[in-house]
T-cell receptor, first 111, second 116 residues
Framework: GNSVTQMEGPVTLSEEAFLTINCTYT??????LFWYVQYPGEGLQLLLK?????DKGSNKGFEATYRKETTSFHLEKGSVQVSDSAVYFC??????????FGTGTSLTVIP | EAGVTQFPSHSVIEKGQTVTLRCDPI?????LYWYRRVMGKEIKFLLH????????ESGMPNNRFLAERTGGTYSTLKVQPAELEDSGVYFC??????????????FGPGTRLTVL
């Protein structure tokens, strides 16, 4: 079946630290991969996506590369800011419209 | 352009009561989805409407849950009678017409349901 496993949180980092949130997936065929972010009090927002192997999605300084050989889509940012504090969800989408989400990783960035 | 809106933002009810959640999608979005996140777990798909028709309701947990989208605009999700395990955050999402797997889904802020 289809599933997403992402690293458990919560994660606490100091401002300007390097961030990695691991995400691996199980899927038949070739899914599209996504990272969504939920800031406090808001809905989920698309952060970035990749639709095929070796694609790199990037936005707001965040990056993730679709690695088919390791079935991974790890999220990285070189220097986090306090405003990046949020919950991050990795997700995949196969044919059709249903998303499969991970459990979410809560990130807190302290000044 | 207004985003996806959900009402109420938070609902606290007792076991056995009925609750109705509402979602207003982005105007013009034929596709509407309901998801649920039980505390600490993954966000799980419940169902998908295309206009007023249920395209996929494979994620609905049981017959205590009833979703409707009369007229193909807003949708309601009714839980009757509510049980303790129904507590969680219910998200609604919408996307433009078409079924491309690349289409972004736009999410609402969610309704936090607490069943006591």
């Amino acid at each position: 079946g289809n599933s997403v496993t992402q690293m458990e949180g919560p994660v606490t980092l100091s401002e300007e630290a390097f961030l990695t949130i691991n995400c691996t997936y199980t899927a038949t065929g070739y899914p599209s991969l996504f990272w969504y972010v939920q800031y406090p009090g808001e809905g989920l927002q698309l952060l970035l996506k990749a639709t095929k192997a070796d694609d790199k999605g990037s936005n707001k300084g965040f990056e993730a590369t679709y690695r088919k050989e390791t079935t991974s889509f790890h999220l990285e940012k070189g220097s986090v800011q306090v405003s990046d504090s949020a919950v991050y969800f990795c997700a995949l989408r196969r044919t059709g419209n249903q998303f499969y989400f991970g459990t979410g990783t809560s990130l807190t960035v302290i000044p | 352009e207004a985003g996806v809106t959900q009402f109420p933002s938070h609902s606290v009810i007792e076991k056995g009561q009925t609750v109705t959640l509402r979602c207003d999608p982005i105007s013009g979005h034929d596709n509407l989805y309901w998801y649920r996140r039980v505390m600490g777990k993954e966000i799980k798909f419940l169902l998908h409407f295309v206009k007023e028709s249920k395209q996929d309701e494979s994620g609905m947990p049981n017959n205590r849950f009833l979703a409707e989208r009369t007229g193909g605009t807003y949708s309601t999700l009714k839980v009757q009678p509510a049980e303790l395990e129904d507590s969680g955050v219910y998200f609604c999402a919408s996307s433009p017409p078409g079924t491309s797997g690349y289409n972004e889904q736009f999410f609402g802020p969610g309704t936090r349901l607490t069943v006591l």
